[in-house]
């Protein structure tokens, strides 16, 4: 590797030029976040207010769209930049702010009504007066954000691959290409650390590594992005793709100079339509300018990428399912584990498969060399993680943290801990394959290793806040209905053993089961973990055995004295009225759907337990707090 | 020629040609280690894991693998009967009689594993979805008239969309080698769909008027 950057090529010249004129224009620019979560919040119809109000008011200013800057909760969120001033976000806007909005910019004034925070440019000065509009560093949400993947994700727009370019998208290929070797680039990748972030945590410079030296009957080698993230509440994948597409084709197709493959597929879920139209511009987009297809750049390198829809499997993001699906047979893994992907994957070639997360660090790792991101995080897990912040906790959304920061740090201090006062009881990460963790092991370093220690895994970056009225066998529970279904069904211990799983932790749940049923069921979860053929049935059981594991005296309560400490197992529920409290103003009898209730005006009511259907009204609706659930 | 490896099953050093499953090694050498959903001439599939072994190399924690589908390395060293895959087996064959307790293929495979007690509920299936139908009819019969459909608990074997194949033979090929069933499949009527011996409940329907003991038509679904 030598320092001296040789020129950009022409055709990334004219891209970074025209990506300029639309990212920091001589007007003002307004950016709404339509992505998925923006989109869910109402982000198109202020879009539609803008577009309308700069139309009506024959303002000059550009209205453009963007993805998603991660704060969720606050969406539909508009990014205003306006020449010389920082950039200012607008959250939580409707299109009646966005009329204020106009109105104010208009008057060329940048209001501190609505606004969110305001994030620092280059050369520009401070936006409101004395500090009426928060710096990104002052919001705790952000502030512990260490954003180099998700550093686009909410301000360039997705569909343009100008303004990609703009912000020093393709120098990285452009210098793996003009000055790297193949080997180079996977020594790259090896020395900065890089492990998959797909959850299992390989590292992916010997992935790579593996992949270009194994044989293949004809020189052929693939690669595979992952986008099947089918983890409920897990959504990292989509906002990446949402955001930022062109840096995940960029690290794939650096990646296709570093094994030496001419194809690539991108396996997007069915469930990500915007994701996938989006892909798909980048894709041609990045054909039309000579960045994907033969002869790439001129370099005599040539690399194409297909993309490649699931059916709605969940099981499809198990690697040789995918590999199934995209060769047109059914979703099911295959069960050859003397062969690994990499040395026989799609078509019977050498493939490398890595996660979306992935394939956009890659990028990075070259233009800002692998010593930079093994500066990030800890020794074994370097560079930083993107997680989903979502659950019981103030703010929700998508977070990139470096590794090695401790859930405590990212529940409390951006996440803002548990709303209204309530207490923290667990964190689940890595979806179905993953596990619960308990308050007392928050101060665990997200970090591989010490995830998988704590019965859970980093997975591929949900994380689910779980309060006190969380009932730890009703989650274990959750997760055994939700793979029962997902489940492919091929081998017995995973159909059947997750589906008996499941009807323990049904009858626990539903005060059947005896101290036997427990025994019964970590037996048979650790023939699960041992005997499934994938590896979505190996961690199938880590919902069971890690609840277990932390909280096995709210197990032994259900059974025992057949009470949910919770109160969330609705057939150990009993709800009744406290006649001292009860001040018979009816609220109770109104809301019952079943009559259970009756009582005259002003006396004290009761509840008829044989006609209770348990679904809590009463408790709900009572102003005196005299139901009692027990 | 081509290669040959050598390895150790169950301490005994063992060689053989390169290409060949844990389980043929094993057999050749006398080893015998339970299948379910294994038939020799018909490609493997480690659906049932009732032949899953322990394999070792060098200092690695045992991994356990189907020895049906896994080929042999060099210098692995196999277990094929050690008490976590003995208690593994068991669990496995306590789950497929829970399932299916009414298949005396999954009785015997209980009672030769030495199954004392069933603690799950009984379920009433008679089809164990070993797949053996569905390699049968494609890779044998060249029918390719069978498939799954569904997945997890809604796994099932049908004919693609449902409908009577046209690929479909009637060859009975399906039933030959179903070891779910004990009834011998009797011919199917032009348009029933298949036999469904194994599928059949106890008080059989003879919907097809040749009396066939069950085609998977309207009134007669797996």
Not at chain 1, 323 to 348: C, M, N, W, Y
Not at chain 1, 437 to 455: N, Q, R, W
Not at chain 1, 545 to 569: K, M, N, W
Not at chain 2, 172 to 193: L, N
């Amino acid at each position: 590797m030598t320092d001296a950057t040789p020129t950009l090529p022409q055709v990334l010249q004219e891209l970074r030029t025209a990506g300029m004129d639309s990212l920091r224009p001589t007007r003002p620019r307004i950016a709404v976040g339509t992505a998925t979560c923006g989109l869910a919040s109402g982000a198109a119809d202020v879009l539609a207010a803008l577009r309308d109000g700069v139309a009506s008011r024959g303002l000059d200013a550009l209205v453009t769209e963007t993805g998603c800057i991660g704060y969720c909760q606050v969406e539909p969120i508009v990014d205003v930049l306006v020449p010389g001033y920082h950039r200012v976000l607008y959250s939580t806007m409707t299109p009646a702010k966005a009329e204020a909005l106009l109105n104010s910019l208009a008057q060329g004034r940048i209001p501190a009504e609505d606004a969110l925070c305001q994030i620092p440019m280059e050369g520009a000065r401070r936006a409101g007066t004395n500090g009426s509009i928060p710096l990104l560093a002052d919001v705790p949400f952000f502030a512990s954000q260490v954003k180099t993947v998700t550093a686009n994700c909410g301000f360039i727009n997705p569909t343009s691959i100008e303004e990609y370019a703009a912000v020093g998208g393709f120098s990285a290929l452009w210098k793996v290409l003009s000055q790297m070797s193949p080997e180079d680039v996977i020594e790259a990748v090896k020395a900065s650390g890089l492990r998959g972030r797909g959850g299992a945590g390989f590292p992916t410079g010997r992935k790579w590594e593996s992949c270009r030296r194994a044989e293949s009957p004809d020189g052929i080698r693939y690669l595979i992005c992952n986008a099947d993230e089918g983890d409920p509440g897990a959504y990292m994948d989509r906002g990446l793709l949402e955001g930022s597409p062109y840096s995940v084709l960029e690290g794939m197709i650096i990646g296709a100079y570093a094994i030496g493959a001419s194809q690539g597929y991108v396996y997007i879920r069915h469930e990500y339509p915007l994701a996938r139209r989006l892909l798909e511009n980048a894709i041609a987009r990045a054909r039309e300018v000579g960045l994907l297809g033969e002869d790439i750049l001129g370099t005599g390198f040539s690399f194409d990428i297909e993309v490649s829809q699931g059916g709605g499997a969940f099981v499809c993001g198990e690697s040789t399912a995918l590999v199934a699906s995209i060769e047109g047979r059914i979703g099911e893994p295959r069960d050859k584990q003397h062969l690994r992907t990499v040395q026989s994957g799609l078509f019977g070639r050498p493939t490398v498969l890595n996660n979306v997360e992935t394939w956009a660090n890659v990028p990075l790792i070259i233009s800002n060399g692998p010593q930079w991101f093994a500066s990030m995080g800890t020794r074994t897990s370097t560079g930083t993680k993107v997680f989903s912040l979502v659950g019981q906790v103030k703010n929700t959304g998508l977070i990139e943290v470096p590794m090695g920061m401790t859930l405590r740090q990212i529940i409390y201090e951006l996440g803002g801990g548990p709303p209204d006062g309530k207490r923290l009881k667990a964190v689940q990460t890595g979806g179905p394959s993953g596990g619960c963790i308990p308050e007392s092991l928050m101060d665990l370093p997200v970090d591989f290793d010490a995830l998988s220690k704590a019965g859970s895994m980093m997975g591929s970056g949900g994380m689910i806040v779980m309060d006190e009225d969380t009932c730890m066998v009703d989650v274990a529970k959750y997760f055994m209905a939700f793979l029962m279904e997902e489940s492919c069904g091929k081998c017995i211990p995973c159909r059947e053993g997750v589906k008996r799983m499941h009807q323990i932790l049904t009858d626990i749940a539903e005060g059947r089961a005896s101290q036997q049923s427990l025994s019964l069921l970590e037996e048979l979860a650790e023939v699960v973990q041992d005997a499934s053929l994938c590896g979505l049935g190996k961690t199938a059981p880590n919902p069971v055995l890690s609840t277990i594991r932390h909280f096995r005296s709210e197990y032994e309560q259900h059974i025992l004295d057949r009470r949910c400490p919770a109160g969330v197992c609705r057939a150990l529920l009993r709800y009744s009225i406290d006649a001292d409290l009860c001040k018979g103003c009816g609220a109770c009898v109104d809301a019952c759907p079943t009559g259970a209730i009756s009582g005259e005006l002003r006396e004290a009511h009761s509840i008829t337990q044989d006609l209770c259907i348990k679904c809590g009204s009463c408790f709900d609706v009572c102003p005196a707090k005299a139901v009692v659930r027990a | 020629m081509g290669k040959t490896i050598t390895l150790t099953i169950d301490g005994m050093p063992v060689t053989v040609d390169e290409g060949t499953t844990i389980l043929e090694a094993a057999r050749m050498y006398g080893i015998n280690i339970p299948t379910l959903c294994y038939a020799k001439n018909l490609s493997p599939y480690g659906a049932c894991r009732m032949c899953i072994v322990e394999v070792s190399r060098g200092n690695g924690s045992p991994q356990v693998v189907a020895s049906c589908t896994y080929e042999v390395q060099p210098g692995i060293s196999v277990q094929t009967n050690t008490p976590r895959i003995a208690r593994d087996r068991r669990m496995i064959a306590e789950l497929l009689v829970a399932s299916a307790p009414n298949v005396k293929l999954a009785q015997d495979i209980a009672a030769r594993l030495g199954l004392q007690e069933v603690r799950f509920r009984f379920e009433d299936n008679r089809c164990i979805l070993c797949g053996l139908c569905i390699r049968m009819c494609t890779e044998q019969m060249g029918g390719r008239a069978l498939t799954f459909a569904g997945h997890g608990v809604g796994r099932r074997i049908a004919m693609p969309f449902d409908k009577h194949s046209e690929t479909c033979k009637e060859c009975g090929g399906c039933d030959m080698i179903c070891p779910a069933t004990t009834v011998p499949c009797q011919g199917v009527k032009p348009e029933g769909y298949l036999c469904g011996g194994c599928a059949m409940p106890v008080e059989r329907v003879y919907c097809c008027s040749m009396g066939n003991p069950g085609c998977f038509c309207e009134r007669n679904p797996l």
